[in-house]
T-cell receptor
Framework: TQLLEQSPQFLSIQEGENLTVYCNSS?????LQWYRQEPGEGPVLLVT?????EVKKLKRLTFQFGDARKDSSLHITAAQPGDTGLYLC???????????FGAGTRLTVKP | EAQVTQNPRYLITVTGKKLTVTCSQN?????MSWYRQDPGLGLRQIYY???????DKGDVPEGYKVSRKEKRNFPLILESPSPNQTSLYFC????????????FGPGTRLTVT
């Protein structure tokens, strides 16, 4: 079982729709990061959230870290075809000095 | 340009033939790591290094070796590759002594027949 569970695994929507991707765990993380990966490339960091309850906005993307630092969500407003990609959440466990990744949410935005 | 480079990008090999995938970063980062990515499993950490001559096992270290003789390089060695090591491999680096905010290389697609 994954330490970080992402849902949904696949998401196909029309341009202009809103969507939310979830990243859940029973573990506490010192920070949580969201990456986006395009085919044939490595993941690229979108945002890092550190404080429980923290909300960060990146244009049409809104990221939230749960109060207990066990979960996070990514909300995209008015999705565009350019948002298509694999979205990965990753939690840093300070004590273990490692990063654990979710399996990812593959988003397709149709024009 | 700040980057993490990996070579080769694609490799097809046979069972048991030793291979090395190189990784180099030009950002003077202390932390480097290797991941493998498999469908439905996400990225799983193989090995990581917090500094020169300091390496440690990640989640799936069996069948792999690494070395960190220089700060910029972190090669991944498969002494005797097997078909279950067919995967997409990523090297990453981070500015701190942790996995915080990693920069990833472009990936190496390895097929072992």
């Amino acid at each position: 079982t994954q330490l970080l569970e992402q849902s949904p695994q696949f998401l196909s929507i029309q341009e202009g729709e809103n969507l939310t991707v979830y990243c859940n765990s029973s573990s506490v993380f010192s920070s949580l990061q969201w990456y986006r990966q395009e085919p044939g490339e490595g993941p690229v960091l979108l945002v890092t959230v550190v404080t429980g309850g923290e909300v960060k906005k990146l244009k049409r993307l809104t990221f939230q870290f749960g109060d207990a630092r066990k979960d996070s969500s990514l909300h995209i407003t008015a999705a565009q075809p350019g948002d298509t990609g694999l979205y990965l959440c990753a939690g840093e466990r300070t004590f273990y000095n490692d990063m654990r990744f979710g399996a990812g949410t593959r988003l397709t935005v149709k024009p | 340009e700040a980057q993490v480079t990996q070579n080769p990008r694609y490799l097809i090999t046979v069972t048991g033939k030793k291979l090395t995938v190189t990784c180099s970063q030009n950002m003077n980062h202390e932390y480097m790591s290797w991941y493998r990515q498999d469908p439905g499993l996400g990225l799983r950490q193989i090995y990581y290094s917090m500094n020169v001559e300091v390496t440690d096992k990640g989640d799936v270290p069996e069948g792999y070796k690494v070395s960190r003789k220089e700060k910029r390089n972190f090669p991944l060695i498969l002494e005797s590759p097997s078909p279950n090591q067919t995967s997409l491999y990523f090297c990453a680096s981070s500015g701190g002594r942790s996995s915080y905010e990693q920069y990833f290389g472009p990936g190496t697609r390895l097929t072992v027949t």
